[in-house]
């Protein structure tokens, strides 16, 4: 199976993920779209890595996961403190950062 | 002491620095001495200083001195110039520095008496101190550049000194206040000083120094430098007179410069600075010399001066004002006699004007002192059994400047008159002569309306009249004994020659080797030419002179022996003496015609710079503020928005990046 199956599967991952995040108004909902754009990277970056017998395209996944994990604890965090501010997790009533 | 005439116009700067530091905290008496001392140690100076320049024999009588460099200014019109704080001595700075520090020490003791009634005489004292530092740079000066320091130095000590009572209405026909004429004599001088200063930098261009001894060289022989650029430098640096020495058409400051106190009056705008253009245009000679049609202007405007201001203290009701148009007019003799070569009659002139003059104003102070503050003749009269001594001196003042034979005045207005006659000008002879004859009316129904006749003032004033203390009269003896002996220093030869005591014009024997007459550097041209012309004219020209005088006396005490006569005689030339009474409407004319305008063309730029240099700026902030406007509009706040805009903006990357593979 070549590569390129792989980077197709990761492209449909992230436009959904992508698609998911303007889609939606929860922001867990919004959360988990972010999360599956970033496995979806993962994916492009794992199959680089064995197309090309390298290392670093593993390691970056790795630090990529890393990263989700802890977006996903401060994310969440930010979500409850909101749903105990707002009793509301739908992010288009957040609008009070503008002018 | 020679060596040390850099060290005069210090000492009245120390005292500056000293009142400066303590003056607030001296009494008067103290304040007043340390000024008068430094004047009188530079008197003293100045005095040691000329007896040595006496010493050096005829015709090199020159000394300077640079003490240092003040700019080291390069390569300027193929020549190295720097120029030098540098000072000198000759002849003719030698009479400037004796009158400036002798009638100035004078005035500095008067103004002790005449002040003691003032809170500000600190001020006052520092003011005038600065003005005697200034004053001696700009005749002590050897080059035009330091001249010039002392120039503008002596018109700010006068605008600071006419503005002494800066709280105080002057003038009700114009609804001037005294920090009004002070601006006006800063600007209307400012207006000379312009010209000035392009004609000393043409100096520069032309020659290549601006030092008096090596631009007297350079003109001896101006061989590369055209007639018109000599004129033209002449015509600057005499508009630049003009307004020092308030000559037509910017003569209208010094009227009312007689806001100041009297014995500033006196000191600079009578005794010394106001002759610094004549002095200026005398040091000038050897590039006056040279251009003919610049001294036809000098004379005419000279004579026109004397005339048209002598007119005009006719009607003056204010006895300073008076005073005041009798200077201008005898400054306009004095340019008459350097406009015809009569250098020497026009500093003799100076010399003897500083005399009588300063010794009229400071009578006049002794009044107004005495009847406390009362100005307007119209309120004086038969002051001379309240104010003996004061009466006595200004008599003599009066018979000098009127050219009574015998007194000062009288010797140096005939040098001027013959040298006019001699020179071929007769116009502007005649001119003078008129000007001569009202000179003696406008002074005697001075003298008449104050001392004379009966008092017109209410009785509680004249209970209060008085004659002043020690401190003031004694400077006026002096100045008397001096306005009636100062002119037998020039005793013309034809004169003297009826005593059979020979020529025994010394002044003029001092003088004419530190003037450039013209055609060439002679003493007979300078004098006026009364050895080239027969004796017999000369005898005549003096005999006219001093029927002239008299005429005048007569005239004046005719009209106004009796009280009402001169009322008569008002109605009687009735648009005339109108006239005469605006003053010709020249403030008026000038407002029109200069103010006017200058006003306008001030509020169309005033307009411009609102509307547009400000609209241009404000167009920019505009700019700014609505742009932002718009652009906040994509700032929802909401996150998916963002997030739609971003990814956009990711498309349009990728698409550039795409295609750019």
Not at chain 2, 237 to 265: E, H, N, R
Not at chain 2, 398 to 405: E, F, N, R, V, Y
């Amino acid at each position: 199976m070549g590569p390129q199956w792989l980077l197709v599967l990761s492209a449909v991952l992230f436009t959904l993920g992508a698609f998911g995040v303007l889609w939606n108004r929860g922001a867990i909902t919004i959360l988990m779209c972010v999360e599956i754009m970033l496995n979806a990277t993962n994916l492009a970056f794992i199959a680089f890595a064995r197309q090309f017998d390298s290392a670093e395209g593993q390691i970056y996944a790795f630090f990529i996961m890393t990263l989700a994990a802890a977006e996903a604890a401060v994310g969440l965090a930010i979500v409850i403190a909101l749903f105990r501010l707002r009793e509301s997790t739908d992010v288009d009533e957040l609008n009070l950062m503008k002018w | 002491m020679l060596k040390l005439i850099w060290l005069i116009p210090l000492l009245p700067a120390a005292g500056v620095v000293f009142n400066g530091i303590f003056g607030r905290r001296l009494p008067l008496k103290a304040v007043g001495t340390i000024a008068c001392l430094s004047v009188l140690i530079a008197f003293g100076l100045s005095v040691g200083a000329v007896l040595e320049l006496a010493q050096l024999p005829d015709g090199v009588r020159q000394f300077e001195i640079d003490i240092a460099t003040w700019l080291p200014l390069g390569e300027i019109g193929g020549t190295d110039l720097t120029i030098p704080w540098g000072f000198g001595l000759d002849p003719l700075s030698s009479i400037l520095l004796l009158v400036v520090t002798g009638v100035g020490f004078l005035i500095h003791v008067y103004s002790v008496g005449y002040m003691d009634h003032e809170r500000d005489y600190a001020r006052f004292f520092i003011y005038l101190n600065l003005f005697m530092a200034m004053m001696l740079l700009l005749v002590l000066g050897n080059n035009l550049l330091v001249l010039f320091v002392g120039w503008e130095g002596v018109g700010l000590c006068s605008y600071l000194l006419i503005g002494f009572y800066y709280d105080q209405p002057f003038d009700k026909r114009t609804g001037l206040t005294c920090a009004d004429a002070g601006r006006k004599a800063f600007i209307v001088n400012r207006i000379g000083d312009f010209a000035f200063l392009i004609g000393m930098l043409y100096l520069v261009v032309e020659f290549g120094t601006l030092k008096f001894s090596e631009l007297n060289t350079a003109l001896a022989s101006h061989g590369g430098t055209p007639g018109w650029m000599l004129t033209g430098i002449g015509l600057l640096l005499f508009f630049g007179a003009c307004g020092k020495s308030a000559q037509i058409p910017l003569y209208v400051w010094l009227p009312d410069a007689m806001a100041g106190p009297t014995p500033v009056s006196a000191l600079i705008h009578a005794a010394t600075m106001v002759t610094a253009g004549v002095y200026m245009v005398c040091r000038m000679s050897a590039l006056y010399s040279a251009t003919p049609e610049a001294m036809a202007i000098v004379a005419t405007v000279g004579a026109a001066t004397a005339l048209f201001a002598a007119t005009m203290g006719i009607t003056a009701t204010d006895i300073k004002k008076v005073l005041a148009y009798s200077t201008v007019s005898q400054l306009g003799f004095m340019f008459a006699a350097a406009g015809v070569g009569a250098y020497v009659a026009a500093i003799f002139h100076l010399m003897t004007h500083a005399f009588f003059k300063a010794l009229l104003f400071l009578g006049a102070g002794s009044v107004i002192h005495g009847l406390n503050g009362q100005q307007d003749i119209r309120k004086m009269g038969g002051l001379r059994t309240r104010m003996p001594r004061t009466f006595i001196t200004f008599f003599v003042a009066m018979l000098a400047i009127t050219g009574i034979p015998g007194f000062a005045g009288f010797f140096s207005k005939d040098e001027i008159l013959a040298g006019a006659w001699n020179s071929g000008n007769t116009v502007v002879w005649a001119v003078l002569g008129v000007a001569a004859l009202i000179t003696a009316f406008y002074m005697t129904r001075l003298v008449w309306l104050v001392f004379f006749g009966r008092y017109r003032g209410d009785d509680a004033s004249w209970s209060k009249a008085h004659e002043s203390p020690a401190l003031m009269t004694v400077p006026l003896m002096v100045l008397g004994v001096l306005s009636l002996a100062g002119g037998w220093v020039g005793i013309p030869a034809v004169m003297s020659g009826w005593f059979g005591a020979g020529d025994i014009n010394k002044l003029h024997h001092w003088l004419a080797p530190a003037i450039t007459a013209p055609g060439g550097h002679g003493a007979d041209a300078a004098h006026g030419g009364a050895s080239v012309h027969e004796a017999g004219m000369e005898t005549m020209l003096i005999l006219i002179a001093t029927v002239v005088a008299l005429l005048g006396i007569g005239l004046a005490w005719m009209i106004y022996r009796r009280d009402g006569a001169a009322a008569a005689w008002a109605k009687r030339f009735g648009p005339l003496h109108n006239l005469l009474r605006n003053l010709y409407w020249v403030d008026e004319f000038y407002e029109l015609v200069i103010l006017r305008p200058f006003y306008a063309l001030s509020r169309f730029f005033a307009a411009f710079d609102r509307r547009v240099v400000d609209g241009l700026v404000n167009a920019t902030g505009a700019t700014a503020e609505i742009s932002g406007q718009v652009i906040k509009l994509f700032q929802t706040g909401l996150v998916r928005n963002y997030a739609l805009m971003f990814l956009f903006g990711v498309f349009v990357i990728l698409y550039y990046v795409i295609r750019a593979v």
